[in-house]
Each structure stands twice: as structure tokens, then as C-alpha cells.
């Protein structure tokens, strides 16, 4: 992978399987082939609902769709407090840009190719996380990577509701 290394030390790696998560299954997200995070699709409820969880089964975000919204959003909660929301922003024949709005920190954008997982996540015009299925061989498979010091679960979490909003 490497494509953050312009910024310094590369940051951690992990790895998703395309499409694999909807409503009442799980997931797990992997470092280096270790369990590190899971998504748990949370079954019979109204809406689009996932939890985060640490390997150890901390639940650390909860993600859910905003049924009541003109555009398409999702927000990824803690503790019952919304600490982001995701916005589909805009649409171009190649692109897809998303906006996440996140509280009480500044905001980031997610802009490139969602349906085919080639895409950054970017802070004040830094990337703070690179999407792209090119670094695998196996089918179906996409890699994160996230700059140093940033907040991998909250990155992941985003990145999961990118996918989720990105099927629609």
C-alpha cells in the first residue's frame, strides 16, 4: 500500500471485504490478519443500524441511517451522542463526494470512486485515509490505510457508512 508515505511513517492497514456487510450479519475488519474491529448489522430494526466493536466486543460506534433526511445520511454515534454525520455530497458521472460533519472537530471529505472502493478521506485538505480494492489480489477485498494519530475507529466507522450509502 504505502500511498500516504508522502506524510511521514504509513499508518495502519486494514482490510475489508466489499459488499459483505448488511443488516444482521457481521464482519470482521482485519490488521496484519488479526481480528481487529467488528461490525455487528444489527437485525429487525426500522432502520440501517451497525455497531463498531473492538475485538474484544466494546461497542465504540454505533452507525445508523437517517431515514428522514432529503439526502442520503448516516450517523455514527458514542454513548448516544452523534459524533459524525455522513452526507452523500455530490455525484458526477465518476466521482461521488461525501461530507462528514464531525462534532466538536473539524470536518472531512470523502471524494474518488465509491462503487469501485478507490477513494480518500481527507482533512483540511490532508488525507487522513486511503480506500482502493488495487492492493489486493483477492477478489472483493478493499484496504484502508490511516495517516499516524488519527482516530482509526472513527475512520473505519466512516468508511463503513461510505460503503453502505455508496449501494444505494
Known sequence: MGLLRNRGPEGPRYTMREKMF?????FWIERDGERAFKVN???LRIRDTFVLESAGGEELYTIQERKLSVRDKMAIEHDGKTVATIKKALITPLRERYSIEVEGGEDMEAKG??????????????????????WFRVRDTYGVEVAPEQNDALILACTVCIDQMGRG
Not at 22 to 26: H, N, P, Q, R
Not at 113 to 134: L, M, P, Q, W, Y
Request: hydrophobic share 30%; glycine share 14%.
Open 113 to 134: 470512486n465509491i462503487v469501485d472502493h478507490e477513494f480518500e478521506i481527507k482533512r483540511g485538505g490532508d488525507k487522513v485515509a486511503e480506500i482502493s480494492k488495487r
Open 41 to 43: 448489522g444489527k437485525a
Open 22 to 26: 448488511s443488516i444482521g450479519d457481521d
